[in-house]
Structures are given as C-alpha cells and as structure tokens.
C-alpha cells in the first residue's frame, strides 16, 4: 500500500541555523503535500502545504520544495528559533480533502 | 468559533469495556476524521466521513465503529477494548472544495485501556 517515508527522525539545529526534513511517498497519483506541526499535548496545526502543479513554496521562514519525478519533498526552515521545536510530519493524498498518508514525523529541537 | 472539540481529555478503561469518544465542530466542515497516534508511527487514519450519513474504513478500522448523523459530530466507538487500543486518539474536520484542505485537529483524547 502507499507509504510516507520522512528522515531524520530527530534533528537538533542551533538557533539562528537552518532545519531540513525531507519525506519520499510511493503513491504516484498523490497531488497534495501539506506539512503538519504537533506542539506537545496538542493536535497538528498546518503550516504550509503544496500542490502537485506547484516545485516550491514559501512562507516567510518556511518553505516546501516539491519533486514529483523522484516522488520526495521537503521542508526548509530558515533562522530557527526555539518556538520552531516540535515533532513536524509530512503528509501526502490524492486531493486535499481525500484520505491522506501521514509520515512518521521528525522532532525538532532548536537549542538556544 | 470553537473550531474542533473532544472529550473526555483522559480515559483509562479495562478490557472488554465499551466507550465512545465525542468530536464536534462548529466549522460546517463537510468532511471528518478520527486518527489514532502511536509512539513513531505518526497518525493512522481509522475512519473518516464525507458528509453527514456517509463514513468509510481508513487505515486502521477493525475494533472502532463510527456514524455520523450531523454535519457538527462524529463519535468514535470503542465496542470491546483491548490494550492494543491504547493510545492518543484525534478527531479532524476538513471544508470540502477545490483549493481547501487544511485538517483542523481537536486536542486529542488520551486513552489507556488496562
């Protein structure tokens, strides 16, 4: 069945340095790729997505680079800062509302 | 708005007992979903809806029965609990439409099942 693949499973960075996390999917009709951010005892919140039309979006610190021929994105956060620390997973589906395949997460810790 | 909402927070239960988790959202989402989340597996997907009436088997169904009579709530069953059940149980509403899909999570349920 189709699967999400997401290294590293922990990351630790220094403030002010960048934090990537790269995930490999399986399913080749995938066209959503969101990216979820889960703060301890709490849900995942979304902080960005992108669609299969799109290589690469940007959100202020964040962005998610998209290569649907190796079947694999990525997350890149820029200037981390302590409230960046938290388990991010990467997330992938046919559409944006259909069942979708959650990663199994990377933990990030930014050391001030 | 609320946005999503569950409860109880916390449940220990022993095994065989029955429960049902509440979810609710005041969003007018069309779709939602239970997941469950297990140490290193990220979330699994048990069941999900599309609309008020009509639900579907994720990925990890079996021991969990779901219905969905409104567009605001969809329970999520436990018939008979087991201590592979143990575990941290989300609820998510989704707006259908081109454009859409943000997943809003509730706060999660706790469950231990002894």
């Given at each position: ?47 960005i ?7 690469e979006k940007k959100d202020?610190?964040i962005a998610v680079t ?9 997350l890149h956060i820029t ?34 | ?114």
């Amino acid at each position: 069945g189709e699967n999400v693949e997401q290294h590293p499973s922990t990351l630790s960075v220094q403030e002010g340095d960048s934090a990537v996390i790269k995930c490999t999917y399986s399913d080749s009709a995938s066209n959503y790729f969101p990216w979820y951010k889960q703060e301890l005892g709490k849900g995942p919140q979304l902080i960005i997505d992108i669609r299969s039309n799109v290589g690469e979006k940007k959100d202020q610190r964040i962005a998610v680079t998209l290569n649907k021929t190796a079947k694999h994105f990525s997350l890149h956060i820029t200037e981390t800062q302590p409230e960046d620390s938290a388990v991010y997973f990467c997330v992938n589906g046919k559409t944006s509302y259909d069942k979708v395949i959650f990663g199994p997460g990377t933990s990030l810790s930014v050391i001030p | 708005n609320a946005g999503v909402t569950q409860t109880p927070k916390f449940q220990v239960l022993k095994t065989g007992q029955s429960m049902t988790l509440q979810c609710a959202q005041d969003m007018n989402h069309e779709y939602m979903s239970w997941y469950r989340q297990d140490p290193g597996m990220g979330l699994r997907l048990i069941h999900y809806s599309v609309g008020a009436g009509i639900t579907d088997q994720g990925e990890v169904p079996n021991g969990y029965n779901v219905s969905r009579s409104t567009t605001e709530d969809f329970p999520l069953r436990l018939l008979s609990a087991a201590p592979s059940q143990t575990s941290v149980y989300f609820c998510a509403s989704t707006k259908a439409g081109l454009g859409q899909g943000t997943q809003y999570f509730g706060p999660g349920t706790r469950l231990t099942v002894l």
